[in-house]
Every structure is written in C-alpha cells, then in structure tokens.
C-alpha cells in the first residue's frame, strides 16, 4: 500500500488547480508513475466480486469488494481516481482510488436507466460516459456525468442504437466512438434477448460536446446483422477496431473482428484462418491494441485463445492459447497481459512469446483488464 | 453458435461418459438439500448452540468447574459440523460475508491474533455482543474463540495479568454470534434457491473448489517448499488439523456422491474417482490428528504433499467429467460473457 504517495499526488493537483495550472499537464499525464493493471473478478472463497490493482508484476495489490458483478473499469485521466461499471443490467457503478483501492462514490442508474457495463471520461477526465439502456423505451443512451461534482448525471444523448456497449474516446479529443450492439434486453426479463430477428448493429460517432453522431458503421449483408458489435479498440491511425458476438444459431462462421475502412460507411473483416475462426465460436471476448507494437489482439474464451493482427495492414499474426481467457491488457513496452477465468495472469512480450504467469488460486478473472500505463 | 457448442461438448462427452438425457434439476436439488445440505446446517445449528451453552455454563460455574473438558470438547463438536459444511460457499452462507465471519481462514497475515490482543487490551464495551456481528470478521467466529478456549490463561470471568477485557465476555459473544449465523443457516437452507439449474452449477463449483481448498491450503501450503509451516495448519491450537482434513475428505466424497448418482457405477472414470477418494480416506487416516507434530517427522511433510496430489487428481477428475455429465459449465468468460 502507498497511501502515503497518492495523498501527496492529490496535494499536488490541488496546488496545480488552485495556480490554475491543470491545463499545463499534458494530456494523458496522470501525474504519476502508476503502473499495473485493474481487473474486475470473483474470489471464489468469499463468493464475492472484486475489482482488483494488480502491479506489474502480476501479483494482488488491493481488491475492493463490489456489490455485484463488476465489467469494464476505466482510469481517470489526470487523476488518480478509476471507476468499474456493474455487468449489463447494472445497477451501480464504484468510483475508486488507483493508489489505495478505497470506494470515493457509489453510482447509482438514474430512473429508468441501468449501465451497460462500460464508461469513459474524456481526455480532461472532467466528464464521464456511460452506455446506459433507456428499457421502457427500448432506446441506447449515452449518461453524462461531471466528475468533479461527485459524479453528477448532467445530461444524456441517444446512442444511435440498441444495446450500447463499449465505448472509448477517440484521439480528436471530442469524439466518442460507441459499439451498439443491437440486442435488446429489459431488466424486467434479465438478461434476456428480445429482438434477435431485427437486430442492427452499429459503430457509431458522436460529438461528446453536443451528442450529434457524426458518423454510423454497420455490417454488409443480413446474415451479418447477427453479429452484435461489443468491444473495440481504438488504432493507431485513428481507425476503430471492433470484436463481434454471433447471434444466429445456423453453424456458419461469419468473421467476428472488423475495422472501419470498407466502402459506404461498411466496417472490413479482418482475415483469419478457418480452423482459429472455428475455434472462436462465434465470440470475442475483448478487444485490445498495442501500439508499440502496432498489434491487434482479441480474445475467445469459448475458443480459449486470443487472436493477432499486424496493423494498419490488418494481416494475421497468428494466435496463442488461453483456456477461459477473456481479459487482455497491452504492457507499457511492448507486450500484452491477458487473464483468464481459471485465475491465470499470463504476459507475452512482442514477440507474443510467454514471459510470466501468476495463477491466483481461487480467483475468477472477469470479462476485462485495463492497463494503468497504456503501451 | 449455440447448438455448435453443444454439439461439440456432446461428442466429447460421448467418448468419456455415457450419453446421459438432460437431469431433472430439480430432482436433483430436492436430494442435495434433504440428504445433504439441511443436515448439515441442522447439524451446525444444533452444535454451535451448545457450544454456546457450554461457554455460558463454563463462565458461570468458573472456580467450581475450571477444567477445559465441557466447553472444548463442545467446540470440538462444532467444529466437526462445521468441517462437514465449510465447502458450501453459495447460497445462504454467501450472504454478509457469513462464512468468513465463521472461520476466516487462511489469515497468513495473523490478522485474528492481531485482533485478539487488540481486543483484550481494552476493557469490553457494554454493548460487545450486539456490536459484535459488526466488527472485524477476524474476531467472530470459530478462529478467535479457538484462541480463547486453548490458551495458556484460563478462560475465566476475571481479568487475567496484562489484560483489560474478560475473557468469558469476549468468548460468550463469540459463541453467541457462531449461534446466531448457524441458525439463520438452518433457516435460510430450508427452502433452495428456485433457480434449481444454477444451484447444482455451483455446487458442482463448490465441490471443485473445496477440493483445491484442502489440497492447496490445508496440506501443501504447510507441508512448505524448503521447510515445514506448523502455524499455516488449520486449527493447530486446538489440535484438530488432519481431523478437519478427514471430515472434509469424508463431505466431499459424499457431496461428489450425491451429483453423481446419476452415473452408472460401472463407468471407467466415476470407478477411479471412488477409488481415489479411497486412497485418500486411506492416508488421511493413517496420519492421525496431529498435523503439527506428524510436520515435524522427517517423512510428515512428504505424507502431506502426497495426499495433496492424490486430491488434486480427484479435483481434476472430476472437474473433467462432473460438468459434462450434469450439462453445467464451470468456464466463467466462456460460460457467460458479455
């Protein structure tokens, strides 16, 4: 534990704050040589869900016990705070302390909302994003939170879709990039899928500063509006990536993983061999890229291994095995962590080539890790 | 996707084990709860309530009585109705942190005897046993009434050298408290959870885990790597730490027993496990009781990591061939992302 340090890092944005210097830092500074990972999980003991900072090194720094299932965390840029959301149909989301791992606000949906499972500040870190579902109107929505007043919902914008899931910043600095699913649910039938006939997935962006989407991607063809867009990654030229869940149960094997670059606003499959894209089983857990390395990496826990592909070119690299393994979470160097529901960390260097593993007995890795230092 | 994945777990199965038609859940979860779970916890409410009995009668005949025999040999009987349950870690005992307040154990840290003494040091406040289901967990159960009840100063209503709070206060709340969770155990496994499908999932969980609960931090963790742990034994106060690893042995084999009395007893795997469990039955009970003392024979901490092998092969066993056999899937990511 270094409390200690965080409090004295909190001082010293304070100061900064006061002299009206907080503009100085540069965008993305944390103001702190914070390194590890966050990973929302299970302690199978306490029959528990966590979020858990993990150092570098892959061992346990703090967990901070969570009310119910945890998803997608997310790092507060400027600050030292993060926050985790709650699995679809959330009810809360935990806003946290890097350093200590202490709970700093408890969200909660507002009226006829729940969370979607993921947020994002902007680049400042003044406002948060979350994918939120607007049930009884069967309408995606985008909650807007200021998070320098306690976490305040101060508006919300259509997502452009249904089922809103992931959604990160996009290096302009004013566009959100939001993955639409397209499947709705109500918390009334759970999790529940209602409308797979008439699905219709998107990537969509919109101008955090207004809400107007600026721009919608869809999937080419009727067979592939089964494909529900869930996670993505932003690359290195600014394009998105994203990862597909498959739907239909008709045994063929549509591409899952796309990037924007077709014609007519239609997204690209990125090529992969048959026998991996079997072994996907119609499901991508997490999207993730490296930009050291400039390598796109997602995973299939059904499969149990995680796919690479060189980018901006988009040829496959090749794949590594990973039983149960969901979470992946580019190093600050070169490589990549990934973990796994069996309560494996595995790292890779960049050459994709296995260089540590810790396996925390008793604990369930979750969907998601985020990297504290992103590569 | 969907009916691709069953086709395939299916065909792996059909190698392994015989094609079994879909379980009736709920008859499955009907049997688990008479045979196994509501005695168990009937047994537990029933103990810790005399646990508690004999530590109330032990501190007010105190003087008269000052022999340890009643009131330890009473925790020895909670502790084994304890033992016989502590795998069951969803369901009832999930909720407020029930089982950590039971036992929280493993505590590498010694966080319970940096409680105890933290606790001793000060005078009781008034209203300790009903602030006490509040407190740190390290100071309500079964751990830091252990250390009350095998010390060397006498569980007694007087203050003893060096301390402030009384030790029969502090012990009647703790045995009150064990009490008060063990009933509210019984009374909450009386009706299943309605979701029969997911109960018997985790189960099949708890089961997998309790096995590698035993075999990791029961016995490997203390049998060490260069040298033996004697104080990362369970319950080596009390001397019952092979004890709890035969009750645990003996709860796990009948709980594997209960979920897979649907497979036929001539069936390759199911015949390995049975005769696995009985090489550990085996071992266990050539070990004795004393894990503390058997660490210290030249050959204890070898015993120690052989039966820690021969649980985790069941573990593994039966993680490979339960799930199929009772369509749950005990994948976390795979199971159930989003």
């Not at chain 1, 109107?137 to 919902?153: K, L, P, S, T």
Request: net charge neutral.
């Amino acid at each position: 534990m270094s409390g200690g340090i965080s409090l004295d890092r909190r001082a010293f944005g304070a100061s900064l704050l006061a002299l009206g210097l907080g503009a100085m830092l540069p965008i993305g500074a944390r103001a702190s040589s914070t390194s590890g990972f966050l990973a929302t999980g299970y302690d199978k003991l306490s029959a528990r869900h966590l979020i858990s900072r993990l150092g570098a090194d892959l061992d346990i720094r703090w967990d901070l016990p969570l009310r119910a299932r945890g998803h997608g965390a997310s790092v507060r840029p400027r600050s030292d705070e993060g926050i985790v959301i709650a699995r679809r149909p959330g009810t809360y989301a935990s806003v946290f302390g890097v350093e200590d791992g202490v709970q700093r606000h408890l969200m909660t949906p507002a009226p006829g909302r729940h969370f979607y499972g993921h947020g994002a500040y902007s680049a400042d870190g003044n406002i948060l994003f979350a994918t939120e579902n607007d049930f009884d109107n069967a309408r995606g929505m985008i909650g807007v939170y200021d998070a320098n007043a306690g976490y305040a919902r101060i508006s919300e914008f259509p997502s452009g879709g249904i089922g809103p899931h992931q959604l990160l910043p996009m290096p302009d600095g004013h566009t959100l990039a939001v993955a639409n699913g397209g499947i709705l649910t109500h918390p009334d039938t759970g999790r529940e899928k209602l409308n797979l006939d008439t699905m219709r997935p998107s990537l969509v962006f919109i101008d955090m500063r207004t809400g107007a989407i600026t721009e919608r991607f869809s999937l080419a063809g009727a067979r592939a509006q089964k494909l529900s867009i869930r996670h993505m990654a932003v690359l290195a030229d600014g394009r998105v990536a994203v990862g597909c869940q498959d739907q239909a149960a008709d045994g063929a094997a549509l591409p899952l993983v796309y990037a924007q670059g077709g014609a007519d606003k239609q997204l690209t499959a990125l090529p992969m061999p048959t026998d991996v894209l079997d072994k996907f089983n119609g499901y991508c857990g997490s999207v993730a890229f490296n930009a050291m390395t400039r390598t796109l990496c997602v995973s299939s826990p059904r499969g149990g291994l995680v796919g690479f592909w060189h980018q901006p070119d988009g040829q496959w690299l090749g794949h590594v095995d990973m039983t149960d393994g969901c979470g992946l979470a580019p190093v600050a160097g070169a490589g990549l962590v990934m973990s796994s529901g069996d309560g494996t960390l595995q790292a890779l260097d960049a050459a994709r080539r296995p260089v540590d593993v810790e396996r925390h007995a008793f604990r369930r890795w979750d969907n998601h890790m985020t990297a504290l230092d992103t590569a | 996707m969907r009916k691709r994945l069953f086709t395939a777990v299916v065909l792996t199965l059909a190698a392994t084990m015989p094609a079994a038609a879909a379980p009736d859940y709920a008859a499955l979860q009907t049997t688990l709860y008479e045979k196994y779970i509501q005695p168990d916890y009937d047994n537990l409410a029933q103990k810790t309530h005399a646990l508690e009995y004999k530590t109330v009668g032990h501190c007010k005949y105190v003087g008269e009585t000052p022999d340890m025999l009643a009131v330890r040999t009473a925790f020895h009987d909670a502790m084994d109705a304890w033992q016989m349950a502590q795998h069951i870690r969803h369901g009832a005992v999930a909720t407020d942190d029930r089982h950590a307040r039971l036992q929280f154990w493993p505590d590498k840290r010694g966080i319970t005897e940096r409680h105890m003494r933290k606790l001793l040091a000060e005078p009781v406040t008034a209203n300790f046993k009903d602030d006490l289901p509040r407190a740190s967990v390290a100071i309500q159960g079964f751990p830091a009434l252990e250390r009350l009840l095998f010390s060397d100063l006498p569980l007694s209503q007087h203050v003893q050298p060096g301390e402030k709070a009384v030790r029969c206060t502090v012990a009647v709340a703790i045995a009150h408290n064990i009490a008060s969770i063990a009933a509210a155990l019984k009374q909450e496994n009386a009706t299943p959870p309605t979701d029969a499908k997911t109960d018997i999932r985790d189960t099949v969980n708890d089961l997998v885990t309790g096995l590698e609960f035993v075999q990791s931090l029961k016995l490997k963790l203390p049998a060490g790597k260069a040298r033996p742990r004697p104080h990362l034994l369970e319950n080596w106060r009390s001397v019952r730490s092979l004890k709890n690893v035969e009750i645990n042995i003996r709860a796990l084999r009948d709980l594997y027993e209960v979920l897979a009395a649907s497979i036929p007893d001539d069936n390759p795997q199911h015949s390995l496990i049975r005769n696995q469990f009985d090489a550990a039955e085996d071992a266990i009970r050539a070990m004795g009781e004393n894990g503390k003392e058997l660490l210290g024979e030249e050959l204890g901490p070898v015993r120690f990591r052989a039966l820690s092998g021969t649980l985790e092969t069941i573990r593994d066993m039966i993680a490979e061939t339960l799930p199929g056999h009772l369509g749950v899937d005990l994948g976390f990511n795979s199971l159930d992302g989003d």
